[in-house]
């Protein structure tokens, strides 16, 4: 491998309802079209750890949202809250990168 490649994580800015910013790095997205002909978008994110020492430890965790827009046009990230579309897009996102990544399962 060539030790002068460098790797420019895709960064994504999430507002939450209390105005705190959080960052994290995009591992995947996924566009699918639903029963009613409508696209539906998905991104997969870990927090980022900018501190090269500590990325091993913000990797832990694989979060799951889905890309919407509101009546202005405005894209935001909001969590998946039917379970059995969760479980779907979960195993999509499992697949695509067990690859890449050590993907365990998760006991709730």
Same mark, same amino acid.
């Given at each position: 491998? $060539? =030790?002068? *490649? &460098?790797?420019?994580?895709? #960064? %994504?800015?999430?507002?939450? !309802?209390?105005? +705190?910013?959080?960052?994290?790095?995009?591992?995947?997205?996924?566009?699918?079209?639903?029963?009613?002909?409508?696209?539906?978008?998905?991104?997969?994110?870990?927090?980022?750890?900018?501190?090269? $020492? =500590?990325? *091993? &430890?913000?990797?832990?965790? #694989? %979060?799951?949202?889905?890309? !919407?827009?509101? +009546?202005?046009?405005?894209?935001?990230?909001?969590?998946?809250?039917?379970?059995?579309?969760?479980?779907?897009?979960?195993?999509?996102?499992?697949?695509?990168?067990?690859?890449?990544?050590?993907?365990? =399962?998760?006991? &709730?």
């Amino acid at each position: 491998m $060539d =030790e002068n *490649l &460098e790797i420019n994580p895709y #960064l %994504i800015t999430v507002v939450d !309802e209390n105005g +705190e910013e959080h960052i994290f790095e995009e591992l995947d997205r996924i566009e699918l079209t639903d029963d009613n002909d409508v696209e539906q978008r998905y991104v997969a994110v870990t927090p980022y750890e900018p501190n090269p $020492d =500590e990325i *091993l &430890e913000s990797y832990d965790e #694989l %979060i799951i949202l889905k890309v !919407e827009e509101d +009546e202005d046009g405005e894209t935001f990230l909001s969590a998946i809250e039917d379970q059995d579309e969760f479980d779907e897009i979960g195993q999509i996102f499992e697949e695509r990168l067990s690859e890449y990544y050590e993907i365990a =399962e998760d006991d &709730e």
